[in-house]
């Protein structure tokens, strides 16, 4: 699986940025997909996943209620929809394929495949 991801930029604090990751390859409905963040200097971290079938979703607690992940297994397309934005939301932002058990969804380990990354700044 490759992955695309696009949508980044400049924002002003209280905006908002709608992230899409476009996957080539077979399969795409059997992924569990994922979006991880890393500001500069620090490690990356989890944002968003959702099951392989749309179905189910689940957020860190720094973006619940401003963030939405969503899947399009007809498209091959996941997407983040980002509102509220903060200055403390400006990082690389990362797309992410896996097939690992639902526990691990929030971890670097849980995926197998990553996007190039696209940047999102947040000004205040």
């Known amino acids: 699986v490759q992955l695309q991801a696009s949508g980044g930029g400049l924002v002003q604090a209280g905006g908002s940025l709608r992230l899409s990751c476009a996957a080539s390859?077979?399969?795409?409905?059997?992924?569990?997909m994922g979006w991880f963040r890393q500001a500069p200097g620090k490690e990356r971290e989890f944002v968003a996943t959702?099951?392989?079938?749309?179905?189910?979703?689940y957020y860190a607690d720094s973006v619940k209620g401003r963030f939405t992940i969503s899947k399009d297994n007809a498209k091959n397309t996941v997407s983040l929809q980002m509102n509220s934005l903060k200055p403390e939301d400006t990082a690389v932002y990362y797309c992410a394929a896996g097939q690992a058990i639902w526990s691990m969804l929030t971890m670097v380990s849980g995926y197998s495949y990553w996007g190039q990354g696209t940047q999102v700044t947040v000004s205040s």
């Open positions: 959702i099951a392989r079938s749309g179905g189910r979703t």
């Open positions: 390859g077979r399969a795409f409905s059997s992924y569990n």
